[in-house]
């Protein structure tokens, strides 16, 4: 069992080969998506200005930028968070431009930045599991949590390595921000979602834990090869995980690198990107982004 207090991370492993699990099938794709907020007021920002994207069935993709840069806006256009001004949004062949963020969460997962965000504390880990699992389905008069769906549970949260298949009747708001945030990850693809959106899942976690989160979730998107989108300020992160990297500045996307260019990158490569864009006149690069 591993101690999240304890574990060391490990060495950085090398990103995926290109385009390994990905299906030429388009899974997601937005075209010119505009979103204003203030508009038509003194404090107007553009934060989404006619951004494309297309992503093949299984592409796990890293997007990277500067703070205000519109990776978040991008996120929350895509899951229904926010509506676009402008724009269209088709997911597995169905336009969901203007679907509620309710009516997504039947195709979609997502892992939010704050441990306790995606999860509910006063509960036990079977039964914010069983709410995962039952996402989108008819609810009724049932039992709380079945004997199969138990066992179900064990096996799923086994493959952590944390203990916490020992403990499925332990309330959530007992554990801490890396187990918390395990269980989330394994909550949002218990039922393999069409698009997993993981915004920015381990910055509110120490180096150590952060990095374990990452391994389970390379593992758990490569072994079911879930279509995913990952915001990271962690450029080393944005390097060695997924097939792609998207750099967004000021509301556009500005680089878009391949599976093969992105396994030839170095932080130092993304630095001088983010330098050569300012000299060009995109400038506003955070220090975040940088020491990231």
């Known amino acids: 069992m591993r101690n999240l207090s304890t574990f060391e991370a490990p060495a950085l492993e090398a990103p995926l080969a290109p385009f390994a699990g990905v299906s030429y099938e388009k899974m ?15 404090n107007e920002v553009l934060a989404l200005d006619h ?28 899951s229904g968070y926010s509506l676009p001004d402008m724009g269209t949004t088709v997911l597995d ?5 203007m679907w509620p963020e309710h009516r ?5 997962g997502r892992v939010f930045q704050d441990p306790l965000a995606g999860t509910c504390a006063s509960m036990t880990i079977e039964e914010n ?23 179900l549970f064990r096996a799923s949260l086994a493959k952590l390595d944390l203990g916490l298949e020992t403990r499925l009747t332990d309330q959530v708001g007992l554990l801490s921000g890396g187990q918390r945030q395990s269980i989330t ?12 959106l993981l915004d920015e899942h381990t910055a ?10 990452m391994k389970m979730t390379r593992q758990l998107v490569e072994e079911e090869r879930i279509t995913t989108l990952m915001i990271t300020h962690n450029m080393q992160q944005a390097i060695t995980y997924g097939h792609r990297l998207i750099m967004l500045h ?17 932080v130092r490569d993304l630095l001088q990107h983010f330098h050569t864009a300012a000299a060009n006149g995109t400038d506003g690069i955070s220090d975040r982004l940088v020491l990231g």
Do not use: H, W
């Open 51 to 78: 951004v494309d994207l297309k992503v093949r069935a299984g592409e796990f993709v890293c997007i990277i930028g500067s703070n205000g840069a519109g990776k978040s806006t991008l996120m929350g256009c895509v």
């Open 185 to 196: 990850l394994l909550m949002a693809t218990l039922i393999k979602p069409k698009l997993l």
């Open 250 to 266: 000021q509301g556009r996307v500005i680089l878009d690198f391949d599976s093969d260019s992105k396994m030839k990158l170095t």
């Open 129 to 151: 599991m069983a709410l995962a699992l039952r996402r989108g389905k008819p609810r009724g008069f049932r039992r709380g949590v079945t004997k199969s769906e138990r066992e």
């Open 104 to 108: 997504r969460s039947k195709l979609i």
């Open 204 to 213: 509110s976690l120490d180096p150590k834990t952060a990095e374990l989160i």
């Open 28 to 42: 997601l794709e937005a075209t010119s998506l505009v979103k204003y907020f203030y508009r038509g007021t003194v």
């Open 93 to 97: 062949g169905k336009d969901i431009t």
